[in-house]
């Protein structure tokens, strides 16, 4: 496919990609209020929808080499569609960032730019050229093929005769200083001794559930944050065991806690009739 | 003597796995530099002309040993993987922009290319084709080529590299690009646009 | 071409770090076995008639090339250089313990450091900087350092490591270094202070 055939539909054009452009650098047609995604978009659909429309390819050798050259042709109106709209994208987000000088801000001079976009488009030429000779290089090089193989063992260890006074002793100096130096104690002071203890708020949850279901509220009613963390540590523990189970209908709700139904501590009667 | 020293720069490049400057060889074989040079001149010959397995070639900024390119099908038999693997379009236009403009960004690369370099730059410098070589002021990444480059394409230095402007299109392609650019849609213009 | 196939034999075995097999070579030149054993022998002999630089050998693996013994000191003059790239920080403490304390074993110097030693030791030991010194009576590896490390720390002597009382944190300790410096590192590692 020719670019030349790429036809768009836009809110503010309608017409060949071709002709946009040479509105767009001509100033007929404002850069910022062009929807370069629809185009973009408008250009995949045209590569998916192309095969297609093209006419029936002749089979055997001839048809192969056909598409093979329609492919070449693809790669390069492909490359040409990207440095394009590349360069489109750069110049309209330069256009939306404001410059040094105030009155920059709008102003695309058309002929630097489309002098921009041209040096674009035959960069991309040079460099695929460039390319394609790094390639024919390469291949040509193919049978110069180099030895990679290790050192033979005497040739491994570093010669003491041909070694120069490169390090400075006294790193080692410093460096034994620093593994001297003894770390600060650390400050322990900031840290309070917890007063509560796991097994303490155990037989608190224990005692609770002996008169029946509770609210996780009324076993921390008027507690510190420490002995909160505690007494939620406990509960899983009872859950672990099987004692206990949660509800919460909501999440911040609050917490119901209940016996379970059949207590871990009693293993035999688990599955004899209760 | 000088037959000796022959012999002698022929196992030091044998043994060297990477090409060895002739100053790094003279130092070695305690010999002249011109000495070596003609040493090294005439163990080339003689590689040549006895059509040995063996070739002597000045590459990378110093010489080394290579294979002959007729025993590569055999080569290939024997070692069963390719010298080198080929380089995808994509992977050889990065590497012409690197070895051209270097030391180049990779939003440059982006910029001349149209698209992210991303992949193409990792797997050049995976291969070791391509190395970092510090940041730009913006703090992206520059790139520039290796040694190995030098090696793997048959370079002496970056100089042997054609000069860019063979690459340029010929002008009957700019003056189309240019024609397309400003003049193809004037023709047109009028009737599509709105 | 029988010619050839000589070459052919010398580009396969200069490619192969490891010795090759004549059968191995015969299938990747698609020559008979004879041919190829002819053709080994007459390189071989090739080799030593000219006096070239490298040597043709039949190991019990196969064939194989290797440099000719008389390049042997011109080839440790151009590659048995000392590395000599700066020392990272693990790898100054490590040395820094070895050469205060040797001969010292590997877990006194994790304990001292307060963190695993063993890749520091290695590098150091692969560079000949530090080398083994028996065993300690548990049965640990012993290091000491080596007469590289006092070349390329420009030392006549051990004696003339930089005297400690200028990098000494509490010269007024008395006690050995070793205490010192043992106690310092678990306090390091555990955070259990006297």
């Known amino acids: 496919m020719r670019l030349v055939d790429l036809e768009l539909d836009l809110d503010v054009f309608a017409g060949p990609f071709d002709l946009l452009l040479t509105l767009i650098l001509r100033e007929e047609i404002d850069l910022l209020e062009v929807d370069l995604a629809d185009v973009v978009i408008s250009y995949i659909d045209h590569l998916e929808r192309r095969p297609d429309d093209s006419p029936v390819a002749p089979s055997g050798e001839a048809g192969r080499r056909a598409r093979g050259q329609r492919e070449e042709l693809d790669l390069e109106a492909a490359t040409e569609f990207l440095v394009l709209i590349a360069a489109l994208l750069e110049l309209k987000s330069r256009l939306m960032l404001p410059g040094e000088a105030p009155d920059e801000l709008v102003d695309l001079d058309p002929g630097e730019a489309a002098e921009e976009l041209l040096e674009r488009l035959l960069d991309a030429h040079r460099y695929r050229a460039a390319a394609a000779a790094l390639q024919e290089r390469l291949a040509a090089e193919a049978g110069h093929r180099f030895r990679s193989a290790p050192l033979p063992p005497q040739l491994r260890r570093a010669s003491v005769a041909h070694a120069a006074a490169v390090y400075d002793p006294r790193t080692l100096g410093a460096a034994i200083g620093t593994l001297l130096t003894l770390p600060r104690p650390v400050d322990l002071s900031h840290l309070t001794v917890p007063r509560v203890t796991v097994a303490e708020r155990l037989s608190l949850l224990r005692t609770l559930l002996r008169r029946g279901s509770f609210s996780f509220e009324q076993a921390i009613e008027r507690a510190d944050r420490v002995t909160i963390a505690v007494t939620l540590f406990a509960l899983l523990e009872l859950y672990k065991s099987g004692e206990a189970t949660w509800t919460q209908d909501e999440s911040f709700g609050p917490i119901e806690i209940a016996a379970t139904a059949w207590p871990s501590d009693v293993a035999g009667r688990v599955g004899s009739p209760a | ?194």
């Not at chain 2, 590689?47 to 900024?61: D, F, N, P, T």
């Not at chain 2, 990065?94 to 990792?122: D, F, H, M």
């Not at chain 2, 030098?150 to 063979?166: K, M, Q, T, V, W």
Request: net charge negative; glycine share 6%.
């Open chain 2, 1 to 194: 003597m000088s037959e000796r020293l022959e012999a002698t720069l022929e196992s030091l490049l044998f043994l060297s796995p990477q090409p060895v400057a002739a100053e790094a060889l003279a130092d070695a074989t305690e010999a002249e530099l011109p000495e070596v040079m003609g040493a090294l001149e005439r163990l080339r010959e003689h590689l040549e002309l006895e059509r040995r397995g063996l070739v002597l070639r000045e590459l990378a900024g110093g010489w080394t040993l290579s294979s002959h390119p007729e025993a590569e099908d055999a080569a290939r038999a024997l070692l069963s993987r390719p010298r080198t693997p080929p380089l995808t379009p994509a992977q050889s236009e990065t590497l012409a922009i690197v070895a051209y403009l270097q030391p180049v960004s990779r939003p440059e690369i982006a910029r001349i290319r149209g698209v992210n370099a991303e992949s193409a730059a990792q797997t050049l410098l995976e291969r070791g084709i391509v190395v970092e070589a510090g940041r730009s002021q913006f703090g992206a990444v520059l790139y520039r080529t290796s040694e190995l480059f030098l090696r793997l394409f048959g370079l002496r230095s970056l100089e042997e590299l054609p000069d860019l402007a063979e690459f340029d299109p010929s002008p009957e392609l700019r003056e189309e690009l240019r024609e397309r650019l400003l003049r193809a849609g004037e023709a047109r213009a009028g009737g599509a646009v709105p």
